[in-house]
């Protein structure tokens, strides 16, 4: 436990619900197991009313029993394993049974009706979490990491999820709010004594402690991309004139036969998607329509479409046919792209097995990094790619971090727009310490500061913070 339940709840939030839920805690099909998890102040008796062994009602926890679980009729559904888990020592803080049943869905879904008769409720969506975060067993941003676990799809998600499930997230916010909390002493302080003209607080002293909270926050703000990208992945779109050979790249990129290759121009017509695992990110390419005017409605769509899928992406692969190289009017749109900070782009001369042993010069040169390739040859041997590989993870600067371990700190979007707002106060309290202001001014702006870091771990909480947290849970965790 990381805190008492009641600090972690904060005066506003709402008590834990006293009822008794229940609900499929693995995935729905053919499976050798399957689990379904009670959870509530009767939990036990529920379970125990429906079992084989009478003994169940009066389990210890920690303990597991083997028997028959039997519907209301007495006619028996399954044979099971019950684990027992008394609260508050248990996942949720309450009592918990886990029941473990033969996998097949008819027989977990008549488990679960067995229960729902028994007197359990239907759990809804993140339930289960919900009711650790609010019994003291989780804050908030250790909640939103099992989430974020649950759907991770590559290392660094992974990662990323179990650092902020062991507390990353919410120790680095904590170390920050430590930073802040001999300021608001001394400050809150001086407001108590301000008929007495005392000065308790050293002000050159107050203003290295905001600077200090100012440089951590500003470090954890710019954690929240590297977060999205582990959670989301990379978009990566291949763009490019017709017949440059972006299906064949999207192909060897991947490992898959996703996309049609064809010699005819303009054979791709709409995005093909595929994705890879590179430097520990999931990366998703999506193979677009050749950049062209074109009187063919479907294929100005087509591109139309490309054009929109670059304007999303987080990496734009520009191939060129190297045989051909770029005209002017592709500079200039790559040279408008190079404006834009937030699309990195690459530009890749590929068919280099088509040019004689002089080549030619990176067509490329003044407009974005270039690299030379075949992806013909790299269809049969991927190590032609390594380059490629090793430019799209420096794209996104993520070079290096698949060996973080699990130390990464990666905040989510909605701990960035708190912990924004708590870096905008802290710097008004410096800028109103420089000026002079009154200590009430600067309580004021540390008190915001304080809130807006309390949002994130869930030492303040609103029912609509919980809702939108929570909602995105799936049922039975």
């Given at each position: 436990?990381?805190?008492?339940?009641?600090?972690?709840?904060?005066?506003?939030?709402?008590?834990?619900?006293?009822?008794?839920?229940?609900?499929?805690?693995?995935a729905?099909?053919t499976?050798?197991?399957?689990?379904?998890?009670?959870?509530?102040?009767?939990?036990?008796?529920?379970?125990?009313?429906?079992?084989?062994?009478?003994?169940?009602?009066?389990?210890a926890?920690?303990?597991?029993?083997?028997?028959?679980?039997?519907?209301?009729?007495?006619?028996?559904?399954?044979?099971?394993?019950?684990?027992?888990?008394?609260?508050?020592?248990?996942?949720?803080?309450?009592?918990?049974?886990?029941?473990?049943?033969h996998?097949?869905?008819?027989?977990?879904?008549?488990?679960?009706?067995?229960?729902?008769?028994?007197g359990?409720?239907?759990?809804?969506?993140?339930?289960?979490t919900?009711?650790?975060?609010?019994?003291?067993k989780?804050?908030?941003?250790?909640?939103?990491?099992?989430?974020?676990?649950?759907?991770?799809?590559?290392?660094?998600?992974?990662?990323?999820?179990?650092?902020?499930?062991r507390?990353?997230?919410?120790?680095?916010?904590?170390?920050?709010?430590?930073?802040?909390?001999?300021?608001?002493?001394?400050?809150?302080?001086?407001?108590?004594?301000?008929?007495e003209?005392?000065?308790?607080?050293?002000?050159?002293?107050?203003?290295?402690?905001?600077?200090?909270?100012?440089?951590?926050?500003?470090?954890l703000?710019?954690?929240?991309?590297?977060g999205?990208?582990?959670?989301d992945?990379?978009?990566?779109?291949?763009?490019g004139?017709p017949?440059?050979?972006?299906?064949?790249?999207?192909?060897?990129l991947?490992?898959?036969?996703?996309?049609?290759v064809?010699?005819?121009?303009?054979?791709?017509?709409?995005?093909?998607?595929?994705?890879?695992?590179?430097?520990?990110?999931?990366?998703?390419?999506?193979?677009t329509?050749?950049?062209?005017?074109?009187?063919?409605?479907?294929?100005?769509e087509?591109?139309?479409?490309a054009?929109?899928?670059?304007?999303?992406?987080?990496?734009?692969?520009?191939?060129?046919?190297?045989?051909?190289?770029?005209?002017?009017?592709?500079?200039?749109?790559?040279d408008?792209?190079?404006?834009r900070?937030?699309?990195?782009?690459?530009?890749?001369?590929?068919?280099?097995?088509?040019?004689?042993?002089?080549?030619?010069?990176?067509?490329?040169?003044?407009?974005?990094?270039?690299?030379?390739?075949?992806?013909?040859?790299?269809?049969?041997d991927?190590?032609?790619?390594?380059?490629?590989?090793?430019?799209?993870?420096?794209?996104?600067?993520?070079?290096?971090?698949?060996?973080?371990?699990?130390?990464l700190?990666?905040?989510?979007?909605?701990?960035?727009?708190?912990?924004?707002?708590?870096?905008?106060?802290?710097?008004?309290?410096?800028?109103?310490?420089?000026?002079?202001?009154?200590?009430?001014?600067?309580?004021?702006?540390?008190?915001?500061?304080?809130?807006?870091?309390?949002?994130?771990?869930?030492?303040?909480?609103?029912?609509?913070?919980?809702?939108?947290?929570?909602?995105?849970?799936?049922?039975?965790?």
């Open positions: 436990m990381r805190d008492s339940p009641d600090r972690l709840r904060g005066s506003d939030a709402p008590p834990a619900d006293r009822t008794t839920i229940a609900a499929l805690a693995t729905r099909g499976a050798a197991l399957a689990v379904v998890r009670a959870s509530g102040p009767d939990a036990v008796p529920i379970v125990a009313s429906r079992f084989s062994n009478a003994e169940l009602a009066e389990a926890g920690r303990t597991v029993w083997v028997g028959w679980l039997r519907d209301g009729r007495g006619v028996a559904v399954d044979q099971v394993v019950c684990t027992v888990w008394r609260g508050p020592h248990s996942s949720t803080g309450e009592d918990v049974v886990e029941v473990t049943c996998g097949g869905d008819a027989v977990a879904q008549s488990v679960l009706r067995v229960l729902y008769d028994a359990a409720h239907p759990a809804q969506a993140g339930e289960f919900q009711r650790a975060f609010l019994n003291g989780l804050d908030l941003a250790q909640a939103e990491a099992v989430a974020d676990l649950i759907s991770s799809e590559s290392r660094l998600g992974l990662r990323a999820a179990v650092s902020a499930l507390g990353g997230v919410s120790d680095a916010v904590e170390a920050v709010r430590q930073s802040l909390v001999q300021t608001a002493a001394l400050v809150e302080l001086e407001l108590d004594f301000g008929e003209d005392v000065a308790f607080a050293d002000r050159s002293q107050l203003a290295d402690l905001l600077a200090d909270a100012d440089r951590e926050l500003s470090a703000v710019g954690t929240a991309r590297l999205a990208l582990a959670r992945g990379v978009a990566v779109v291949l763009g004139r017949n440059a050979g972006k299906s064949t790249l999207l192909n060897a991947t490992g898959q036969d996703r996309a049609i064809s010699p005819t121009p303009g054979t791709t017509r709409d995005a093909v998607e595929a994705e890879a695992e590179l430097g520990g990110l999931r990366f998703r390419f999506t193979d329509a050749g950049l062209r005017d074109t009187a063919d409605a479907i294929e100005a087509g591109t139309r479409r054009r929109a899928a670059i304007d999303a992406a987080d990496v734009l692969v520009y191939v060129v046919d190297a045989t051909v190289g770029l005209d002017d009017e592709e500079r200039a749109f790559l408008g792209l190079a404006r900070r937030e699309l990195a782009v690459l530009v890749v001369e590929n068919k280099a097995d088509l040019l004689d042993s002089g080549g030619r010069r990176p067509s490329g040169e003044g407009a974005a990094a270039v690299l030379r390739l075949s992806a013909r040859d790299a269809l049969a991927s190590a032609a790619l390594d380059a490629l590989r090793r430019s799209l993870v420096a794209a996104v600067r993520a070079e290096g971090l698949d060996a973080a371990g699990a130390g700190v990666a905040v989510n979007e909605r701990h960035r727009r708190h912990l924004g707002a708590a870096l905008q106060a802290v710097r008004r309290a410096a800028e109103g310490l420089g000026r002079g202001d009154g200590g009430d001014t600067l309580a004021l702006d540390l008190r915001a500061a304080f809130h807006e870091l309390g949002l994130v771990t869930g030492a303040v909480t609103t029912e609509h913070v919980l809702d939108a947290v929570f909602s995105q849970f799936c049922i039975g965790k």
